[in-house]
């Protein structure tokens, strides 16, 4: 089995920041894409940023500058640095990995989602 646990999400207000986590445990040998998704009310789940396993970054147009991807390979976590927050930045936040496990399967993984709420 493999899990994500994400961490790092609240209420903040606009302008300010916050830092979101997510941990892989379990059957792993290793961490390809991962990636981190949002899904505001009412709307569909879309791409916030990605990042491989040689740690090259794509991010959705409406975080560029703003929202820094990053990873720790030997602890198994992706981070996501967010800045400048905006009230449209709240969403549920999901982390998603895909795994490669000891016995050499390929698998898709999503953590359980992260509230983060922008408001004054």
């Known amino acids: 089995q493999v899990q994500l646990v994400e961490s790092g999400g609240g209420l903040v207000q606009p302008g300010g920041s916050l830092r979101l986590s997510c941990a892989a445990s379990g059957n792993i040998f290793s961490l390809n894409t991962m990636g981190w998704y949002r899904q505001a009310p009412g709307k569909q789940r879309e791409l916030v940023a990605s990042?491989?396993?040689?740690?090259?970054?794509n991010y959705a147009d409406s975080v560029k500058g703003r929202f820094t991807i990053s990873r720790d390979n030997a602890k198994n976590t992706v981070y996501l640095q967010m800045n400048s927050l905006k009230p449209e930045d709240t969403a549920v936040y999901y982390c998603?990995?895909?795994?490669?496990?000891?016995?050499?399967?390929?698998?898709?993984?999503w953590g359980q989602g992260t509230l983060v709420t922008v408001s004054s």
């Open positions: 990042i491989t396993s040689g740690s090259s970054a």
């Open positions: 998603r990995a895909a795994v490669q496990t000891m016995t050499s399967r390929f698998l898709e993984r």
